[in-house]
């Protein structure tokens, strides 16, 4: 869970360095950059063992064994697999991300609108989530045991066991189609504007989202919070007579956010992966929709942006996560 | 997404039982239930029973309106869509190519050829050269009269760049191709081929008459709309083209804008219908019905297109036409239309292209019999044969029917064992090699169906078919341009199909689509393309 642990990091230190954070995040980069070209080559291979390829997807089951051969050449497909991943590889290198093999758009002008709309679904879903997450951890915490705390933990047990899916039909079932008429149903963002010009095709996505996340940020709050009003400082600040939200927001919080901002970057990893199926389920034309698209279209290119760009937020957000919890506990960042 | 669940192959096989065991008969139950569907238990049952006849419906009546957005949401497109008239793929690439552009001739929603584009369309004496006569007066959208040049241009650009509607003119001898004057192009072929314009017909939707300055990138038809913007994979507006050289009498089209939105599948479409964003959702299946009636309209077409069983002729066990006819005889052609359409679609009777009037409609009907399969099988030595059936969700239905003929293949004693695939691994490398599996096929007239399919030289043989005397038959048919004569070898060669041939079809499948309340105008048709042929240019919106 705590990924400042992974072998990484707990790599043996021989002398004590002065900067644990620029020592971290150099060696994390490094890291990173291995895992990218590890995946790109996973990925790569991966989609070379599915049957068919792009020119089959593209030209659907009526072509013939000609036309078939033809676009196969013009897309480079009948090339050995190493120099296809090599020619895709010195072109990422030399900043040309390829075109899309299904239709010869460029993968950047393809992209760049839908990494935007992905881009906001998770920002709004992850800044919503933290926000109901945190004030739900203290509001529980400090009602430990009573009705309310039982209550909002059994609830937010009941959303863990549920997949991601099932969240966003429910909210479909309820707020669109069935019950009430309040949102639209699918989320056809109009290629070319921003997602922030039609809001309401936002709220059942991020809704879901957030929904998923906020569980598990919750929890971690509530516990994290109840083990610093445990602590022998807050008793001594309670005992000095400070007022309860004094305590709470001034001696607790600041304890108990550590933990808690793993937990909300682990969110924000989830949120990276959780979107393809959200994107799915309301068409919303982020890269997760792209994504599947891609895959049934074996749209190479495609599949490797955007999964490198996936792996890519994932290492970003390990690494930030573990330099705010550094920064958060003073005590780590003392060489012992 | 492939195959059906446990659970689904339960209930199939309960329907199944269900049915056999009600002592009243199946065919005196379809007398008495008089629409053609058939309760077969269960809700899907009483759902089908509740919806209209499968003889094909309409939202038709009333004055049209002009005016108004129509918002599509179509199922089968993805990424590679593409708005080129001459390069779609999948049913939505059809949808648009339909709004923009037009070609020489198409199918009415009968199915039967009517000129577009073209004025007429005659042969010479020995069926090897056709003069083609155009429209006159027929604007492009950007104000350029169509002329001979643009036909030329088109026709051309299809062959040369071995484009999808490439196979319907193989024989075509295009540095001879000439204008004639302004409204007349001569089409010269080097073999006999008398049924060019049936061939064209039948792939109309890959041979738009496109101008020749041609620019994809801003797409220019003589269609019912007009491009405005289009996103491959996601959606498309056009608008209404005022200038359309059909509207006259008051027709189509009525609506200002057609928006036409891809959806990935039937319960995105579904919500988004019961959203109130899309007023035309295609190709759904017959248990959504009742979902869809009651937010909108259902419009069931009677279908044409057809999804055979495809058995290889010259391989074992299908090298013995006793083992194929035995196959064909295993099948109840009307429990799997019922199980897997509700009862929708068409009769299938192993001869294609059902509504052509070619078609020798005195051939009788094929039924179950399975003790005339199981003396078949063992007249071949096949008695307790097994064989693997490569099943895909390649259409509607096809996965599933697969499972029904398993079912029944068990009272023939014959162990038919499923190997469901992918779509992209069905079309791949071993497509038109499988030894027993399916297919399916947008609808085509007969003879140009066998130009595709059933010769030594189609491109699509799937089921190895190679009959000398067949192939003769065929050349002596093409050659032929009055159409009586024709159509006696035709028979000849439907006579083959149904005592020997490698195909089983059980059925035509129907096209299941909705509309939201306001739509107005539309036709189910028998083509087998959603909407009576993707046909906006006739729906109105109240």
């Not at chain 2, 050289?245 to 089209?253: A, E, F, I, L, N």
């Not at chain 2, 200002?256 to 988004?272: G, H, M, R």
């Not at chain 2, 490398?429 to 947008?442: I, V």
Request: net charge neutral.
């Amino acid at each position: 869970m705590t990924t400042v642990e992974q072998p990484a990091a707990a790599a043996p230190v021989l002398v004590a360095v002065p900067h644990p954070i620029r020592r971290l995040l150099i060696e994390r980069t490094l890291y990173g950059i291995l895992t990218l070209f590890i995946v790109s080559i996973l990925v790569f291979a991966a989609t070379e063992l599915l049957p068919g390829d792009a020119a089959r997807a593209v030209l659907g089951h009526n072509a013939t064994p000609i036309q078939l051969h033809n676009l196969q050449v013009q897309l480079g497909l009948d090339r050995p697999a190493v120099v296809q991943y090599w020619s895709w590889l010195s072109g990422l290198l030399h900043g040309d991300l390829g075109k899309s093999l299904a239709n010869g758009e460029s993968v950047s002008t393809l992209l760049a609108g839908r990494i935007l709309n992905s881009a906001v679904l998770v920002v709004l879903a992850g800044f919503f989530g933290t926000v109901i997450g945190v004030a739900l951890g203290l509001f529980t915490a400090i009602r430990r045991d009573k009705f309310i705390d039982h209550t909002l933990s059994v609830i937010s047990l009941g959303v863990t066991a549920l997949p991601e899916f099932v969240i966003a039909l429910g909210f479909l079932f309820v707020f669109s189609t069935n019950v009430f008429h309040a949102f639209p149903a699918v989320s056809l963002i109009p290629p070319g504007s921003p997602p922030w010009q039609s809001p309401s095709l936002l709220v059942l996505p991020v809704a879901a989202l957030v929904v998923v996340i906020v569980p598990y940020i919750y929890r971690m709050m509530r516990a994290a919070t109840i083990e610093a009003l445990e602590s022998e400082y807050v008793e001594m600040a309670r005992l000095k007579g400070l007022p309860r939200t004094g305590v709470l927001l001034r001696h607790a919080l600041p304890n108990a956010i550590a933990p808690t901002i793993q937990a909300i970057g682990l969110s924000f990893l989830y949120l990276a992966g959780g979107i393809v199926l959200i994107e799915v389920v309301f068409a919303y034309p982020g890269i997760g929709f792209t994504l599947d698209q891609a895959v049934q279209n074996r749209d190479i290119p495609i599949i490797q942006f955007i999964v490198l760009l996936l792996a890519t937020f994932y290492i970003f957000m390990n690494i930030v996560t573990d330099v705010i919890a550094l920064i958060a506990t003073p005590r780590r960042r003392v060489p012992r | 997404m492939n195959g059906a669940t446990t659970g689904e192959r339960l209930e199939l096989a309960q329907a199944m039982q269900a049915e056999g065991s009600s002592g009243l008969g199946r065919r005196d139950f379809m007398r008495y239930a008089g629409a053609g569907a058939v309760l077969l238990g269960g809700a899907s049952g009483l759902a089908a029973c509740s919806s209209s006849t499968s003889s094909g419906t309409g939202t038709t009546g009333g004055t049209p309106k002009k005016g108004g957005t129509l918002t599509a949401g179509l199922a089968g497109g993805n990424a590679s869509d593409t708005v080129d008239g001459q390069k779609g793929v999948n049913n939505v690439d059809f949808s648009r190519i339909i709004a923009l552009y037009d070609a020489l001739s198409r199918y009415d929603i009968n199915a039967q050829i009517e000129n577009g584009l073209a004025e007429s369309f005659e042969p010479n004496s020995t069926a090897t050269e056709w003069t083609i006569k155009l429209k006159s007066g027929v604007e492009f959208h950007n104000g350029k009269t169509l002329t001979a040049d643009d036909v030329i241009f088109s026709l051309t650009r299809v062959v040369k760049g071995n484009l999808g509607g490439a196979s319907s003119m193989a024989n075509i001898d295009l540095a001879s191709m000439k204008k004639l004057d302004d409204l007349t192009v001569l089409v010269p072929f080097k073999t006999p081929y008398a049924t060019f314009p049936a061939g064209y017909t039948g792939y109309y939707y890959y041979l738009s008459i496109l101008p020749t300055d041609y620019d994809v990138h801003n797409p220019v038809g003589t269609g019912p709309f007009k491009y405005q913007s289009f996103t491959p994979g996601q959606t498309s507006t056009f608008v209404r083209n005022p200038n359309y050289y059909g509207s006259t009498g008051g027709k189509g089209p009525y609506i200002d804008t057609l928006v036409i939105n891809d959806l990935a599948d039937e319960n995105t479409q579904i919500n988004a219908m019961l959203a109130g964003q899309a007023d035309a959702i295609n190709l759904l299946s017959f248990t959504s019905i009742p979902r869809v009636q009651a937010a909108g309209q259902i419009l069931i077409g009677t279908g044409g297109g057809m999804t055979p069983f495809t058995m290889r002729v010259d391989q074992a066990p299908f090298n013995d036409v006793r083992v194929r006819q035995a196959f064909r005889l295993i099948a109840d052609r009307k429990q799997m239309m019922n199980l897997v359409f509700g009862g929708h679609g068409t009769l299938g009777n192993d001869i294609f292209s059902p509504w052509d009037p070619d078609i020798d409609s005195s051939i009788p009907q094929r039924e179950q019999d399975i003790n005339q399969a199981k003396s078949l099988l063992a007249a071949a030595g096949q008695s307790g044969l097994t064989v693997e059936l490569v099943t895909s969700d390649i259409a509607q239905g096809t996965t599933k029917v697969a499972q029904v003929f398993a079912q029944q293949a068990k009272a023939a004693g014959v162990t038919v064992n499923l190997r469901t695939v992918t779509a992209t691994d069905f079309y791949g490398t071993q497509y038109l090699k499988w030894t027993f599996a399916q297919d399916y096929w947008y609808y085509s007239q007969y003879l140009p169906q066998i130009a595709q399919a059933t010769l030594p030289i189609s491109p699509f043989n799937e089921t190895h078919w190679s009959d000398p005397t067949y192939v003769a038959l065929y050349n002596q048919a093409i050659a032929i341009t009055d159409p009586a004569k024709r159509r006696d070898v035709a028979h000849q060669l439907q006579a083959i199909d149904h005592t020997s041939g490698g195909y089983i079809i059980p059925y035509f499948p129907p096209t299941i689509d909705g509309l939201s309340k306001r739509v107005h105008g539309a036709q189910a048709g028998k083509v087998g393309l959603s909407f009576g042929n993707y046909s906006f240019k006739d729906m109105w919106l109240e």
